[in-house]
């Protein structure tokens, strides 16, 4: 039922903020995740959420992947404005990056929602997104926030040495279990 692969040690996530800031409030959104987190006690990468214009800013970060195993990536979809910072952009950038650690990837588009992106995110297999999580849905960022916030307080919680399909399986489900007690609208599909 779940992934055999196994990404060693415990929950190290890397924010990237890919949105551009296109709409004055999606820089706030992250540096929200990152203070929650940081507050719970999550490791978190930086001093803060990488602010990528483009995909080949992850470059950077990479060369030093064995800091994080676990990279939350916000960016708008197929949004107009979003432009080169879209979904697809750093997805085509991840899906062909060669000889890279198996990382759990976690993809927040917001309202601008990229199915067909996301759905080859969550099909997509011998890449560096192991594990992964995508929305299938559009999210309210209010929705998205308490999703993502919950997801990794759950997986921190819960996977001390590693991470495998079961914990992620198990922290998106009661990061779906609490929208639906909000009664927000969203769906958030997963590969573990």
């Known amino acids: 039922m779940w992934s055999q692969t196994i990404i060693p040690g415990e929950p190290r996530l890397l924010i990237v903020d890919g949105s551009g800031n296109v709409q004055g409030w999606e820089s706030e959104f992250c540096d929200r995740i990152w203070n929650v987190l940081t507050r719970k006690g999550f490791r978190l990468v930086g001093e803060g959420p990488m602010r990528a214009r483009n995909p080949e800013d992850l470059a950077e970060p990479w060369r030093d992947q064995d800091s994080f195993n676990c990279i939350f990536l916000a960016c708008h979809g197929k949004a107009t404005q979003a432009g080169p910072t879209g979904l697809v952009a750093y997805w085509d950038w991840l899906s062909n990056q060669q ?94």
């Open 99 to 192: 000889g890279l650690d198996p990382k759990l990837l976690a993809v927040c588009t917001w309202e601008d929602h990229d199915a067909e992106t996301s759905e080859s995110i969550l099909a997509s297999e011998d890449n560096v997104a192991s594990l992964a999580i995508a929305p299938q849905s559009p999210l309210s960022p209010r929705a998205a926030g308490l999703f993502y916030m919950k997801f990794f307080t759950e997986l921190g919680d819960h996977s001390s040495d590693s991470i495998n399909g079961r914990m992620v399986w198990f922290s998106c489900t009661k990061a779906r279990e609490l929208l639906r007690r909000r009664r927000l609208p969203g769906q958030i599909g997963m590969r573990c």
